[in-house]
């Protein structure tokens, strides 16, 4: 490359004004890494009249016309912070196919559209990057296509959405409702006006996609994976939780097995000494099992200006400082096969159930009973007599390891009971 790089930058948000604040106050340091001043030449935008809190030193061209934007090719990488599926796909496209190097952010349009963008920037010789895309400043696809890369992973498990984190933290620390926590964080700026992505776990599920990829070389498809949000987890729960030790987060998790892989995303209990039950507020962290490593874990800011700025800019020095030895996949061989989806069904593992029922004789054994039926082994039960209220009592059990299809299906015959006055709460237990 030339001794000025120059980059043209789709959407100057969040993330933009982050990756434009670096490059300007770290100038000389990026010139002591790279050899090279990195300067934005255009920015595609929204609205032109919009004031902006920073400017670009460079004095880059504004423009919200994209063919304008696609058509001047005096530019080296191709910055996508748009987000959203279809404007982003043709933008990294045309761009690919004009022999431009792309650096993105966007987990949605990897999770859907990677593989097609990835084959074409491979033929092309050109570098598609994404550290940014999961984990804000924590470095997990870096570390993944190179640091791991001697490993088979087995298992990787993630606290992958800080808006979900947030949320559950302030319910189990400030004893906050999931509606007051939901509020707080959309006020702090951690979650948006409408948050279905974060607190259905789809943000987590795209996230998720991405890092099978790059751990196993497979493509997973998003809709094949068991993904639960948060939207229903009560502090009842949050609470009996901290009485048994646990922790309640938001997880994403894949394991490896030996005829596939089983994935998902959906709230569980943690023990209080595990690793991720220590990670609060709006932070994510990242376990990765390798069969040579041991567990290795990656912990930092999930999101904002700065943390997912500084991956982007990592992206971008990579491209500068390995143009001739493009790493897009971490794969030499096909990495995009299919992977061989297992049902999630079939996972195995403790369980945490909550019913609430009538208080009236003959309950426990009932409950008891359906549970012996589908060779579900109670560890401990909890009647909690003393927090009765107009929608009965809680009854607690804690199960030994048993398949979720078991469960699934004595849930259904439990809430069938007309002493069952609420739908049965039931959490995975993550060991």
Not at 375 to 404: C, D, E, M, W, Y
Request: one cysteine or more; charged letters at 20%.
């Amino acid at each position: 490359m030339k001794e000025v790089v120059k980059i043209a930058l789709a959407g100057f948000g969040t993330v933009g004004t982050g990756l434009v604040k670096i490059l300007m106050e770290n100038k000389d340091w990026i010139k002591r890494r790279t050899g090279k001043e990195i300067i934005v030449s255009q920015i595609l935008v929204k609205n032109l009249n919009k004031p902006r809190p920073i400017i670009p030193q460079s004095e880059p061209i504004f423009t919200n016309n994209v063919d304008e934007f696609l058509q001047n090719k005096d530019w080296d990488i191709l910055v996508e912070l748009i987000g959203g599926l279809e404007l982003p796909y043709q933008i990294i496209s045309k761009a690919i196919l004009f022999g431009k190097h792309v650096v993105t952010a966007n987990k949605a349009l990897l999770a859907i559209k990677g593989k097609e963008l990835l084959q074409l920037a491979n033929a092309k010789n050109v570098g598609l990057y994404f550290e940014a895309s999961v984990g804000g400043g924590i470095p997990i696809v870096q570390t993944l296509k190179e640091s791991l890369c001697a490993n088979k992973v087995t298992s990787i498990s993630g606290i992958l959405n800080g808006t979900a984190n947030y949320i559950l933290t302030e319910m189990s620390q400030q004893g906050l409702s999931f509606d007051l926590a939901l509020k707080q964080a959309q006020e702090k700026g951690y979650a948006e006006a409408d948050p279905a992505l974060d607190i259905d776990g789809i943000d987590a599920a795209h996230k998720l996609v991405i890092l099978i990829f790059l751990a196993y070389g497979e493509i997973y498809p998003f809709e094949k994976l068991w993904i639960k949000g948060i939207k229903q987890v009560d502090l009842l729960d949050i609470n009996f939780a901290k009485e048994l030790g646990y922790i309640l987060k938001l997880i994403a998790q894949v394991q490896r097995e030996s005829n596939g892989l089983r994935a998902g995303v959906f709230p569980a209990f943690f023990p209080n000494n595990h690793i991720l039950s220590k990670v609060d507020g709006a932070f994510n962290a990242i376990l990765v099992q390798g069969n040579a490593t041991g567990p290795v874990v990656l912990c930092g800011q999930g999101a904002g200006d700065l943390p997912t700025g500084s991956s982007v800019l990592a992206d971008i020095i990579s491209l500068i400082k390995h143009n001739s030895q493009i790493n897009n996949t971490g794969f030499k061989d096909d990495p995009f096969q299919q992977a061989k989806c297992l049902d999630f069904m079939d996972w195995e593992c403790k369980h945490y159930f909550r019913f609430q029922v009538k208080d009236k004789p003959g309950v426990l054994s009932s409950l008891s009973g359906v549970m012996g039926e589908y060779n579900i082994s109670i560890a401990q039960a909890i009647q909690k007599t003393q927090t009765k209220t107009k929608q009965g009592v809680p009854i607690v059990f804690l199960s030994h390891r048993a398949k979720l299809k078991q469960v699934t299906a004595a849930i259904n015959k439990i809430n069938e009971f007309d002493f069952i006055l609420e739908p049965t709460i039931h959490y995975p237990i993550i060991e």
